[in-house]
């Protein structure tokens, strides 16, 4: 039986504000919310939503924990299974939310991670380039390649180096 979707509350359906945020919904289809708990859950929702297009907020630890509810340990604790999960960076008091990694890197150990992030990054040609992802101007962005694709970009570029 297949279910008909239709909008329960059609005066209140949701429009796209100018100052758009949003949650890949791969965070739930490739199992990212199940590496972390609720409160890391309710940090990377607040996170999502006050960072500008790049991903970039700098929300006080005293504000995330009043708005969050959570004691400065709990906030701590939030922020570190987001990092240790790759879904943020932060430098105090700057916080990035990151594009999520490859579905196959994102199920590597983490020091896998951590030396494939130390390949060398193609550059991403006008045809391939897409609008929305989060690279400043000049540096790598989180297009999706397969394992094949970065072992054949490696391989080529031993060859023609």
């Known amino acids: 039986m297949r279910i008909r979707k239709h909008p329960i509350r059609p005066d209140r359906i949701r429009e796209i504000p100018k100052n758009f945020s949003w949650i890949d919904r791969r965070i739930i289809r490739e199992k990212y919310i199940e590496k972390i ?23 006080s630890e005293p504000s995330l924990s009043r708005l969050l509810r959570l ?18 960076a932060y430098e105090k008091p700057l916080y990035q939310v990151l594009c999520l990694e490859r579905k196959s890197l994102a ?44 072992l054949k970009e490696i391989i080529k570029g031993d060859h023609h180096g």
């Open 107 to 150: 199920l590597l150990p983490l020091s896998a991670r951590k030396a494939a992030s130390l390949l060398p990054h193609a550059q991403t040609s006008p045809k391939t380039s897409r609008q929305g992802t989060h690279s400043f101007p000049g540096k790598p962005s989180c297009e999706t390649k397969s394992i094949a694709e970065v």
């Open 37 to 59: 708990n609720v409160k890391a859950t309710a940090l990377y929702l607040v996170l999502v939503s006050v960072g500008d297009r790049y991903g970039l907020s700098y929300y």
């Open 71 to 88: 004691s400065r340990d709990h906030l701590h604790q939030a922020r570190q299974e987001l990092i240790d999960a790759n879904l943020i």
